[in-house]
């Protein structure tokens, strides 16, 4: 994965650099960009994941999520309201175009006071060891460099008791499946992404980063041996997309 950009291999420490430029292209619609990538699931699946985290509706609760690569806000914000306004978000992202999206987004639905922007990344969190109740990532990780980093930094930043929940696109399990939707990604979703943005390349490269991410069980694997316990995964839709969680003990 570290010299990996889809199908191509480049040098060491190149990568972050050709991620930045494609979602700099893609932010303004990034939602899109989604709705081509897995015919509009992405919003089922991103409602299951903030329903199994649950975070609490209390007045009284001091419950801090840290959503990393998050950049439009959109999973902080459907935790926010899950949590009828109480809890409290911190969006980490290294892209700027991103995070702008994202704090238009927040002041126009009146959540800027419950929702921080910040620019970083996920291998150096800027965040203090032990500081929040739960980390999310979604559609994200597969696009780090450095997976394994990450998630020690994930790790390094929840509370003892903390969760961490990560949905990415995975290994389709359904025999049949694979084939037709194989056949959709590198046929019609960059031929969509061009018709719908004039440039395809960066739907290019996000459907050949789908087929280099670990499998399941790989990737949980990887879970575990960044620190993380009672470790598991449930699949959406065929293991189109796949729920990831661990938890800091």
Same mark, same amino acid.
């Given at each position: 994965?570290?010299? $990996?950009?889809?199908?191509?291999?480049?040098?060491?420490?190149?990568?972050?650099? &050709?991620?930045?430029?494609?979602?700099?292209k893609?932010?303004?619609?990034?939602?899109?960009?989604?709705?081509?990538?897995?015919?509009?699931?992405?919003?089922?699946?991103?409602?299951?994941?903030? /329903?199994? &985290?649950?975070?609490?509706?209390?007045? !009284?609760? /001091?419950?801090?999520l840290?959503?990393?690569a998050?950049?439009?806000?959109?999973?902080a914000?459907r935790?926010?309201?899950? /949590?009828?306004?109480?809890?409290?978000?911190?969006?980490?992202?290294?892209?700027? /175009?991103? &995070?702008?999206?994202?704090?238009d987004? !927040?002041?126009k639905?009146?959540?800027?006071?419950?929702?921080?922007?910040?620019?970083?990344?996920a291998?150096?969190?800027?965040f203090?060891?032990?500081?929040?109740?739960?980390?999310?990532?979604?559609?994200g990780?597969?696009?780090?460099?450095?997976?394994?980093k !990450? &998630?020690?930094?994930?790790?390094?930043?929840?509370?003892?008791?903390?969760r961490?929940?990560?949905?990415e696109? $995975?290994?389709?399990?359904?025999?049949?499946?694979?084939?037709?939707?194989?056949?959709?990604?590198?046929?019609?979703?960059? !031929?969509?992404g061009?018709?719908?943005?004039?440039?395809?390349?960066?739907?290019?490269?996000?459907?050949?980063?789908?087929?280099?991410?670990?499998?399941?069980?790989?990737?949980?694997?990887?879970?575990?041996e960044a620190g993380?316990?009672?470790? $598991?995964?449930?699949?959406? $839709?065929?293991?189109?997309?796949?729920?990831?969680?661990?938890?800091?003990f």
């Amino acid at each position: 994965m570290p010299t $990996s950009f889809g199908f191509t291999t480049v040098a060491e420490g190149q990568k972050q650099a &050709l991620v930045d430029d494609v979602f700099h292209k893609v932010a303004s619609r990034y939602d899109l960009m989604n709705d081509l990538m897995s015919g509009g699931l992405h919003r089922v699946w991103k409602d299951a994941m903030v /329903s199994f &985290l649950a975070p609490p509706k209390s007045p !009284a609760s /001091s419950w801090q999520l840290l959503d990393v690569a998050g950049g439009t806000g959109d999973i902080a914000t459907r935790v926010i309201e899950k /949590s009828n306004r109480t809890a409290r978000a911190i969006v980490c992202d290294i892209n700027e /175009s991103m &995070l702008s999206v994202g704090r238009d987004r !927040a002041e126009k639905a009146g959540l800027s006071d419950a929702i921080t922007f910040s620019l970083g990344n996920a291998e150096e969190l800027p965040f203090p060891d032990k500081h929040f109740d739960a980390y999310t990532i979604a559609f994200g990780i597969r696009n780090v460099p450095d997976i394994p980093k !990450a &998630l020690r930094e994930a790790r390094r930043v929840l509370k003892r008791g903390g969760r961490f929940l990560c949905l990415e696109f $995975s290994e389709v399990d359904v025999p049949g499946l694979d084939r037709i939707y194989d056949g959709f990604s590198f046929n019609a979703i960059p !031929a969509m992404g061009k018709w719908v943005t004039g440039d395809g390349d960066p739907y290019q490269y996000l459907v050949e980063s789908i087929r280099k991410f670990p499998s399941q069980e790989r990737f949980a694997e990887m879970i575990r041996e960044a620190g993380f316990e009672r470790v $598991s995964y449930r699949n959406y $839709s065929g293991g189109i997309a796949a729920m990831h969680t661990g938890w800091k003990f």
